[in-house]
């Protein structure tokens, strides 16, 4: 047998000793031994689960809505913070004093002034002055590399419990460049298409890799419908905290107390002739509409992260373990392309292939590079995105990558031993991509893969042949 493998090569060592005839004149069958049989993940299956494991035992997020419309368009970000973190500790019964950092995935906010405001939140939520907090910015993958940041903390040592989160109230910081570009820029063209709107990359995607109008539009119909349906079968309850605020009447100033647990982008209605009617907004006889754009959106997510040991100490749930995380650079002028490229490097690190991944969150910042990422991956559409995505949700920008996460978390749950791995995944604006790998449950070899036999040998596997 040809070793493959360090382990392998151990194994076939071992094996030849056994191997050894008792009688030089035997003619009875002798043990072999071939690369494992048990089926998908078969060597990663032998992987033990450990006490280091870094582990998700919380992640939840508020309702997503429209901003400048939508019913957290008069909430801060402090308040959407605040309500997220407290939420955690109390789904978890774990006590602020324990937690060894916090970390906040934002993009628009003022950075310094959104640190001061991450830090106010810590406070209204009951965290004590000993937990430190600092933010993150990868743009679009903020939250996601927040989950990141802490899971490589908790790895490293630096403490026992951590929690992630993201933030964005588009109503209250638009996309906008503060103050002027350097004026080098036209020497270094990539470095220029850094500053291309996003629906100009989209665009640019469409083009590039012939995916039509329609295809977009019957991509955003179908995020739509099943964002819908997940809606009214009530699979976003267990993810969603409510928010308690207000409305303000823009005419007359009046507030209105309100609580705020429903996602209020889906348009369950929506279809491709009604898409079909909406202009393009970034390039004459283009394809990238707003209806086939993620939506500008406010919203909030946490997930409290510990380790195996610190979670079976407690008595916790374990949701996920954090498995890897990839980010990677690619072409600023088709930034969408971005998971295309992160997803494979992050399930490679974690020692799958992309056959081995059950559910896929991949961020639907457009239709053009959402499908092309499907696409050029060869991903069974079906794994993706299962309860709608950005298009129907919204892209809160530094609370998608938390958001993602709470999703996959809650769809895995409830799919139970059918869905062992999944990956959360998004482009991110100047050309860049991320994705993070997560697993629930059977991360012990559950011995599912031997089979009764007969004869002398019955207690052998059926990893080995005669």
Same mark, same amino acid.
């Given at each position: 047998? !040809?070793?493959?493998?360090? %382990?392998?090569?151990?194994?076939? #060592? *071992? ?38 494991? &870094? ?34 500790? $109390? ?25 001061? !405001? ?11 002055? $000993? ?15 927040? #989950?990141?940041? &802490? ?11 951590? *929690?992630? %989160? ?16 350097? !004026? ?21 995607? =469409?083009?590039?890799?012939? &995916? ?5 539009? !019957? ?82 997510? %946490? ?26 650079? #690619? ?29 896929? $969150? ?27 995505? =950005? ?76």
């Amino acid at each position: 047998m !040809e070793a493959t493998n360090p %382990a392998m090569s151990r194994l076939s #060592v *071992l094996a030849k000793h056994m191997m050894q005839p008792v009688d030089e004149a035997s003619t009875a069958p002798q043990l072999s031994m071939q690369s494992c049989s048990a089926g998908d993940s078969a060597e990663y299956q032998r992987r033990l689960a450990t006490d280091d494991d &870094v582990v998700i035992v919380a992640s939840l997020r508020t309702a997503l809505t429209k901003a400048k419309r939508g019913g957290l368009k008069d909430t801060g970000a402090v308040d959407l913070m605040a309500t997220v973190f407290k939420a955690v500790l $109390e789904r978890t019964g774990v006590e602020a004093s324990a937690i060894g950092d916090i970390v906040v995935g934002s993009v628009l906010g003022p950075s310094s002034q959104r640190a001061i !405001e991450a830090r106010i939140a810590s406070f209204f939520a009951g965290i004590p002055e $000993e937990v430190p907090v600092r933010t993150v910015n990868r743009q679009c993958s903020s939250g996601l590399q927040a #989950v990141a940041d &802490v899971a490589a903390a908790i790895r490293a040592g630096f403490y026992t419990v951590g *929690l992630a %989160a993201g933030v964005e109230s588009m109503s209250s910081n638009p996309m906008a460049w503060d103050g002027s570009a350097n !004026e080098r820029l036209a020497q270094f063209p990539k470095a220029q298409d850094c500053l291309l709107p996003m629906g100009v990359t989209s665009e640019n995607v =469409a083009a590039k890799f012939g &995916v039509s109008r329609k295809t977009q539009d !019957e991509f955003a119909v179908r995020s739509h419908r099943k964002a819908a349906a997940a809606q009214a079968a009530g699979k976003f309850k267990n993810e969603i905290v409510p928010v308690i605020t207000k409305l303000i009447d823009p005419k007359t100033g009046a507030e209105t107390a309100v609580v705020i647990d429903q996602d209020d982008g889906i348009r369950g209605d929506a279809t491709v002739e009604s898409l079909g009617t909406l202009k393009t907004i970034f390039k004459k006889d283009g394809s990238t509409t707003a209806g086939n754009s993620s939506q500008l959106t406010d919203g909030a997510g %946490a997930a409290l992260l510990m380790t195996r040991r610190e979670a079976l100490r407690r008595g916790l749930p374990i949701l996920a373990i954090f498995r890897s995380f990839a980010a990677v650079g #690619v072409d600023p002028a088709i930034m969408g392309v971005g998971p295309a490229a992160a997803i494979p490097a992050a399930v490679a690190q974690a020692g799958l292939t992309l056959d081995d991944i059950d559910v896929f $969150e991949l961020n639907e910042a457009f239709a053009s590079q959402a499908f092309y990422s499907i696409t050029k991956l060869g991903i069974d559409e079906s794994k993706v995105n299962p309860n709608g995505g =950005a298009i129907a949700l919204g892209h809160p920008l530094g609370a998608t990558g938390v958001r993602c996460v709470a999703t996959l978390l809650h769809e895995m749950m409830r799919r139970g031993k059918s869905a062992r791995f999944g990956v959360v995944s998004m482009c991110i604006g100047s050309g860049m991509g991320a994705a993070a790998v997560f697993e629930t449950g059977g991360e012990v070899d559950a011995l599912n893969n031997v089979r009764a036999t007969t004869g002398p040998n019955g207690q052998l596997s059926r990893d080995a042949q005669l």
